[in-house]
């Protein structure tokens, strides 16, 4: 078992939130591979896990309902559906280090479960179950607010999010929605500049450049937004 000290206040500086029970976090921290490997009272995460499915569904909601005011039922539970899903999560816990903290049977840990997209995506599920158990609903808001704002690229009123933008107005007008293709990555590892092609069907609608993927992903979606509705640019 890891030293718990260190790790559970590494684990509860990057979750926002100091535990009153701190038997709780250990709990949402243990694999049941490390159970199974140990006889005792100990318990696994899985309870919380299936707890904090449902609170992170509220957190999630109470914070694109904010960033979003004007967005439409769909596109709110579209974005939702991607941050509660196993990769979004994943890529939540992976930037938390979640997975130095959790407590693996040796099978798990020889496997790579520390870095197991599932393993992840459940662990953090379960942190929110136990601090919604520990501080409450206002507790667990403020942590999803830490963690989750800025997984949302440009989420802010008046969003320069033109990838959702420019997916949202293909669709509105029967079209496939939008892909990115990338192009060419020029220059030097720590000086790239990329180019992104939108395409609809077969159609190559506007190219974007940016110094990362998803920059010029952006690019290319403002690109072809101007060029498909120029008044609302």
Not at 16 to 35: E, I
Not at 36 to 56: H, K, P, T
Not at 148 to 171: C, I, L, M, Y
Not at 177 to 199: C, I, M, Q, S, W
């Amino acid at each position: 078992m890891l030293d718990p000290t260190p790790v559970l206040d590494m684990c509860q500086e990057a979750l926002g939130y100091r535990f009153k029970d701190r038997t709780l976090l250990v709990t949402a921290l243990t694999h049941r591979s490390f159970v199974n490997e140990r006889r005792g009272s100990m318990q696994d995460n899985e309870r919380l896990e299936f707890l904090g499915d449902a609170v992170l569904s509220i957190v999630v909601s109470s914070l694109l309902f904010e960033l979003y005011p004007n967005a439409p039922e769909g596109e709110l539970t579209r974005r939702r559906a991607d941050l509660v899903s196993e990769r979004g999560l994943s890529l939540i816990a992976e930037r938390m280090d979640l997975g130095a903290c959790l407590n693996l049977g040796k099978g798990e840990e020889r496997s790579g479960g520390r870095k197991k997209p599932r393993l992840l995506s459940n662990a953090l599920e379960a942190c929110f179950g136990a601090i919604y158990l520990d501080g409450g609903l206002a507790a667990t808001l403020q942590s999803g607010d830490k963690l989750f704002r800025d997984f949302f690229h440009n989420a802010v009123p008046g969003s320069t999010d033109f990838k959702s933008r420019a997916q949202e107005w293909f669709q509105s007008q029967g079209l496939p929605p939008p892909r990115y293709e990338l192009k060419n990555a020029l220059g030097p590892d720590h000086a790239k500049t990329f180019r992104v092609a939108l395409v609809v069907g077969d159609e190559c609608i506007a190219k974007g450049d940016g110094r990362s993927k998803a920059e010029a992903e952006q690019a290319a979606a403002q690109a072809a937004l101007a060029a498909a509705k120029p008044q609302d640019q």
